[in-house]
Nanobody
Framework: QVQLVESGGGLVQAGGSLRLSCAFS????????MAWVRQAPGKEREFVAA????????YYADFVKGRFTISRDNARNTVYLQMNSLIPEDTALYYC????????????????????WGPGTQVTVSS
């Protein structure tokens, strides 16, 4: 059973940076594509970024392009989200999610295709 644990959230001023981490355990990390998904109060979950199991490709929501970077370290079984130039609209609970490489090239933007989720880490950006 895959287990995911996020860390690195917190309170930051607008314009600041945070790096989120997600520790993966229970299966072979390099066989899973990973994503970050966020949910703000009163809103639905929305895709933020994904990195495929090989690390060869990454995908981003338009609203984070140029500000956020997703990366993975297969030796450490960890995926990261570097968040720069944060704005108050980035305030949300950020979830790490995983799906098996068996899903192939099915849309990485579809949050419903990720079947393992962490409990989330809160990011709050003050103005």
């Amino acid at each position: 059973q895959v287990q995911l644990v996020e860390s690195g959230g917190g309170l930051v001023q607008a314009g600041g940076s945070l790096r989120l981490s997600c520790a993966f355990s229970g299966r072979t990390f390099s066989s899973y594509s990973m994503a970050w998904v966020r949910q703000a109060p009163g809103k639905e979950r929305e895709f933020v970024a994904a990195v495929v199991w090989s690390g060869g490709s990454t995908y981003y929501a338009d609203f984070v392009k140029g500000r956020f970077t997703i990366s993975r370290d297969n030796a450490r079984n960890t995926v990261y989200l570097q968040m720069n130039s944060l704005i108050p609209e980035d305030t949300a609970l950020y979830y790490c999610a995983a799906r098996s490489r068996a899903y192939g090239s099915s849309s990485f933007y579809a949050t419903t295709l990720y079947n393992y989720w962490g409990p989330g880490t809160q990011v709050t950006v003050s103005s």
